[in-house]
């Protein structure tokens, strides 16, 4: 059995996950995505952006590319997207900013394709984002765009399973 996987494509058994974004000056606002058999297409607030999912085991699935990006992330409960140019203390400064909001790092996946290029963050956090942290952290230059998304309902909608 291979498996091949898109954010959207669901198992008959299993409703997709609602999902809420929030992109650099605009309103929170819902994200749609459509799926073949190839990358999911995710439309929100702050435009479209491609993702793919994989199944490792029973129940194991995560996001592992996000705009060619090469990623890692649990896909479920919420998630801090976050696109900045690569440069030193960007880490720290978001580990920080959110620490002082008082929310806590489940994971976190970061991606460059070069040096001092446009990096991707993924960011697994264990309670919603506050709208004014998330302003804080966007009002810091080399971030580009910072999106919350909030999955409900499991991430069984993230893969599609074909017969070989």
């Known amino acids: 059995m291979s498996t091949r996987a898109g954010l959207g494509s669901s198992p008959s058994s299993s409703p997709p996950a609602s999902a809420s974004a929030v ?4 309103a929170p606002g819902s994200v749609s ?12 607030s702050t435009g479209e952006h491609s993702v793919c999912g994989a199944l490792f085991g029973a ?4 996001i592992v590319r996000v705009d060619g990006h090469h990623v890692e992330a649990v896909p479920e409960g919420h998630i801090l ?7 030193p203390g960007m880490v720290g400064f978001i580990g920080q900013d959110l620490a002082d909001a008082g929310i ?3 994971m976190m996946n970061l991606s460059r394709r070069k040096i001092q290029g446009r990096a991707i963050s993924l960011i697994n956090v264990d ?8 302003n804080r952290l966007r009002a810091n230059e080399p971030l580009l765009e910072a999106v919350l998304v909030t999955l ?4 069984r909608f993230l893969c599609r399973h074909h017969s070989a």
Request: aromatic share 4%; glycine share 16%; proline share 5%.
């Open 81 to 87: 997207c976050l696109y900045n140019d690569d440069r």
């Open 23 to 26: 992109g650099r000056g605009a």
């Open 127 to 134: 309670s919603r984002i506050p709208e004014e942290v998330l």
């Open 152 to 155: 409900l309902g499991g991430a």
């Open 33 to 44: 995505s459509s799926s073949g058999s190839g990358p999911t297409t995710v439309t929100g």
């Open 104 to 106: 806590n790092i489940a």
């Open 59 to 62: 129940d194991d699935y995560r």
